[in-house]
């Protein structure tokens, strides 16, 4: 029988007990106690949270060789060393029984093909999450300490030098910033000129990219830490099992330190720069970090490296525009991630529409319930003053020109392509909401029964959830995300459901 082994290696070198050629040896000498047993091949995770499955490259290479038949039996030395995550353990270990690869959890004593083994392991995988817990608990108590105390978490920026949890002055860095600063509030530039200048000069982003962007010079322009001082627990973690970071929107308390390390512009320069910012609100971005105009936008992640993909368009031959996804890193060249796979947008939408059409849910009472609400909140809309037809259809004509004064701009040279994407987007995107308060406007100017809105909502309502049509809001609240992996396998979850659904293109 070809047997597995899964092991989460420690990265500290002297952790002799937890290193790969040890637990290597460990389960070597295991299987050579069974003579009719043959190690099929020892996968370990180094350094790697046990609390979330999907950044461990290992691991899920291991559950697609079980599909694949590869082997029947999978070793590991006990529950925390194969998930801290109850839903994890519970969920892997069925599907992995249910296609006859059993799991063995040596220290712990317990089989998954035996028939008591899922309440001994509900057990033991209890005890591991509330450990992991309890450690995450700490060290996020630790960290606000020395949050306190001043200590800068946190890697090097342009303009500074991040070593020890201290903030040292870059003096070619910090011209740069000046440079910056003044351009945007003395000089009067908009984010997008001054990063057409810089990309023209040959100046460099921190990371070395000689490719300037609106969105970078404004994250430099709203960065605190150039004029002294620190505002640090800007993201937080509400879930020690995802790992997933958030914006702190008050969720958690900032730690603010005033004059904390030597500045780079004044007080004065800083205010006037945050003073034009607020005037233009410019550049917002959705509360993941991500723009949210995209159905995918943050949703999809490599599952060689890790890190997000971000969408590309590409023209066909035949004239039609395709958005296509791919890992980060390796679209900027980056040799941490050689992952080669692309998605495109309507494969993406294809296997969520999939996934959806396989729940099994009451889908009847679904579109009862949902067209109920709908309709109370169309007759609360009646009820209420609002703006009729025609000044609605006025404000369209006005988000028209205001679209085509864009693309003007573009074909003058006067704006990025980027810009202009996104610009048009929001404009669209604007476009469409009016259109739909204009449709309403008119069902109520025409005076339609009760029974006939009715059964447009109910219609409306039955297409979107059997995925007939998309909705952009509904999908994107259905779909957790999507992991892509380099051997052409994809892994999708929904919001808060433990199954994983797998495609392979």
Same mark, same amino acid.
């Given at each position: ?44 995770? @180094? ?5 979330? !499955? ?12 079980? &599909? ?43 089989? !998954? ?16 999450? @509330? ?28 303009? &500074? ?73 800007? !993201? ?208 109520? @100017? ?57 495609? !392979?293109?």
């Amino acid at each position: 029988m070809k047997v597995a082994s899964y092991c989460r290696v420690s990265t500290d070198r002297d952790d002799q007990a937890n290193s790969f050629q040890a637990q290597q040896r460990y389960f070597r000498a295991y299987i050579d106690q069974h003579p009719d047993w043959e190690l099929y091949e020892v996968y370990a995770d @180094e350094g790697i949270t046990g609390t979330s !499955t999907r950044r461990r490259v290992q691991f899920n290479r291991m559950i697609r060789d079980a &599909y694949a038949g590869k082997f029947q039996l999978i070793l590991t030395k006990e529950v925390s060393r194969f998930s801290r995550n109850i839903l994890d353990t519970i969920s892997y270990t069925r599907e992995l029984k249910a296609i006859g690869v059993g799991v063995r959890f040596l220290l712990d004593g317990i089989n !998954t093909l035996r028939g008591d083994a899922e309440m001994y392991l509900s057990i033991m995988a209890s005890i591991a999450q @509330e450990e992991s817990r309890k450690t995450s608990s700490r060290v996020v108590w630790g960290q606000t300490r020395q949050m306190e105390r001043g200590v800068v978490f946190g890697p090097s920026l342009l303009g &500074y030098d991040a070593a020890g949890g201290r903030l040292t002055v870059n003096p070619e860095g910090a011209e740069l910033v000046r440079l910056i600063f003044h351009k945007y509030a003395l000089e009067e530039l908009s984010a997008g000129q001054i990063a057409r200048f810089l990309s023209a000069e040959g100046y460099r982003t921190s990371r070395g990219n000689p490719r300037w962007s609106a969105s970078t010079v404004v994250k430099i322009l709203k960065n605190e830490k150039y004029v002294g001082d620190l505002i640090q627990k800007k !993201t937080y973690t509400p879930d020690y099992l995802t790992h997933e970071k958030r914006r702190n929107q008050g969720a958690v308390p900032l730690v603010t330190i005033r004059n904390h390390h030597e500045p780079i512009v004044s007080r004065e320069l800083w205010a006037l720069a945050q003073e034009r910012l607020r005037h233009s609100g410019a550049h917002r971005t959705g509360n993941d970090g991500h723009s949210n105009r995209y159905l995918f936008s943050g949703k999809i992640r490599c599952g060689a490296c890790g890190g997000s993909f971000v969408g590309r368009f590409k023209y066909l031959p035949d004239g039609r525009k395709i958005r296509r996804w791919r890992c980060g890193r390796a679209a900027a060249g980056r040799a941490s991630c050689q992952i080669g796979r692309l998605v495109r947008d309507d494969d993406a939408l294809e296997m969520l529409r999939a996934a959806i059409r396989s729940l099994s849910m009451d889908t009847e009472s679904v579109i009862g319930n949902v067209t109920a609400l709908a309709l109370a909140a169309v007759r609360s809309s009646e009820e209420a003053p609002g703006e009729s037809a025609r000044h609605i259809s006025a404000g369209m004509e006005r988000i028209r020109q205001r679209r085509e004064a864009v693309l003007d701009s573009y074909f003058a040279h006067e704006i990025t392509v980027s810009d202009m994407q996104a610009m048009c987007q929001r404009y669209d995107d604007e476009l469409d909401r009016l259109r739909r308060q204009w449709e309403t406007c008119q069902r109520r @100017e025409d005076g339609r029964s009760p029974a006939a809105l009715r059964e447009d909502i109910r219609s409306a309502v039955k297409s979107i959830l059997c995925a007939e049509t998309e909705s952009r809001v509904f999908y994107r609240s259905m779909l957790d995300g999507l992991t892509v992996f380099p051997d052409r396998h994809i892994e999708l979850r929904l919001t808060k459901l433990p199954h994983v659904f797998h495609f !392979t293109g």
